[in-house]
DNA sequence: GCAAAAGTGTTGGTTGTACACCCATGG
DNA sequence: CCATGGGTGTACAACCAACACTTTTGC
């Protein structure tokens, strides 16, 4: 029987679903699809689909979110496979989920072939969704504030050169508090892992800040030597 | 055709596989079945199984923890799912990976129906295992050090009532490291999680050392306030 | 000059680290 | 009386939080 089974055919008892993080104007925001077609039409959803017989999970992942929002090449990583026999009203389906961080600007949104919309929603202004996606999305929210501050993965959510401010207001509106300006910038001052421009912001109305980036390789390197990124 | 299936039949797509730790006489174990018939018959392995239509993924672990080895009601929490098309090469299966923490004392181990033998092994001295279960279990690994760390889940590894001595060991074989005596305890002392049982070790052959209970009511309450686990 | 944000400095309290020391018990 | 682990104390360095302050720029 397994052998009469196609590459491209799906797995009929696995799905995938994507919370996918962005960040603009100091607001942190995920992205939702609207159903344009099946038993979830014109429900807002998680970026999601099927897993076929010749790709990984992973690499299916990555093919959806392409496919439906025109995104691709970003931080994705896998939440845990959500299980309950009732989830999913149809049939029994067990959903792999994966959260993604990404800088809004850098997409255009197109809504892919069963979407009739996609869109970006604050993050604390996400309407009722379909199954279980909502406690899909808090479990990935609570996951992206836990690994915020362990790991150095918000500079996905900006620009390639940003200013000590806006990664500020990033930290700020994941972790949902206010933090000390001084504070904050003496920390990642010691840290070595921003590298400064030597340019400055342009076309603002106050003195233009100075842009930095992040330093992979130094991360890269100073992780070897038993370095551990703590905020 | 949905409707044919039921609720006692397995998902062909899916199984699930244990990563079970245990810890005795300042050692890290990892509890390991040997198969006893199908392809992989005589090797070893980690405890796993499959899925039926009518259990939660959850629930389905514990069950096939409990049938294989006879441990129930322990600490059992999700890993992750690993999806490479090729790592089962019957045919296309995703498994869940799971990982508990057990005290090794409290059980006897019973290998299950399908299993020849089950064993605890040194962390440091894992055989080859099949599939990709070496993998999982790295992941695991990975995992148990990083949560011991953030969380008070380590007591689930030591008898109710233990010694501030064995519970460092386990830190100390966990993360593999040396911690100073006097630093350990006083962080513990600080932290307010620990109840003093005002008994002694019996049986020693040097001075009996008091014995102290993990205090998870006051745990709940002190996580409401904002309180984090670090150690 | 005022608003808005950039960027620096100071200070006191808390924590972490390394190490030294004394205590109790069984053999 | 000594080996083994139990248990406490100290002192310095590093770090953190709170706050005040000066600088630059566009309007």
Not at 62 to 89: C, M, N, V, W
Not at 98 to 110: D, G, P, S, T
Request: aromatic share 10%; with cysteine; proline share 4%.
């Amino acid at each position: 029987m397994e052998n009469l089974i196609q590459p491209g055919s799906i797995i009929e008892a696995l799905s995938i679903d994507c919370v996918i993080f962005g960040f603009k104007d100091g607001k942190l925001d995920i992205l939702l699809v609207k159903h344009g077609e099946g038993i979830s039409e014109g429900k807002w959803a998680l970026p999601g689909g099927w897993i076929t017989y010749g790709e990984s999970v992973d690499d299916a992942a990555k093919r959806l979110l392409k496919s439906l929002t025109g995104i691709s090449d970003i931080y994705l990583e896998q939440l845990k496979a959500f299980g309950d026999p009732h989830r999913f009203p149809v049939k029994r389906v067990v959903t792999v989920a994966y959260y993604a961080l990404v800088n809004e600007e850098n997409y255009a949104l197109i809504p892919g072939f069963t979407a009739s919309d996609v869109q970006w929603f604050n993050i604390h202004d996400v309407p009722p969704l379909i199954y279980d996606h909502n406690q899909i999305l808090d479990y990935g929210f609570k996951r992206l504030k836990h690994t915020v501050r362990h790991e150095p993965v918000g500079f996905n959510l900006l620009p390639e050169k940003f200013t000590l401010l806006q990664l500020q207001e990033l930290y700020e509106a994941i972790l949902e508090t206010k933090m000390d300006k001084s504070n904050f910038r003496r920390k990642l001052g010691k840290m070595k892992l921003l590298i400064n421009c030597k340019e400055k912001q342009k076309d603002v109305s106050h003195r233009a800040a100075a842009l930095y980036k992040f330093d992979k390789r130094m991360y890269v390197t100073l992780r070897k030597s038993g370095m551990v990124f703590e905020l």
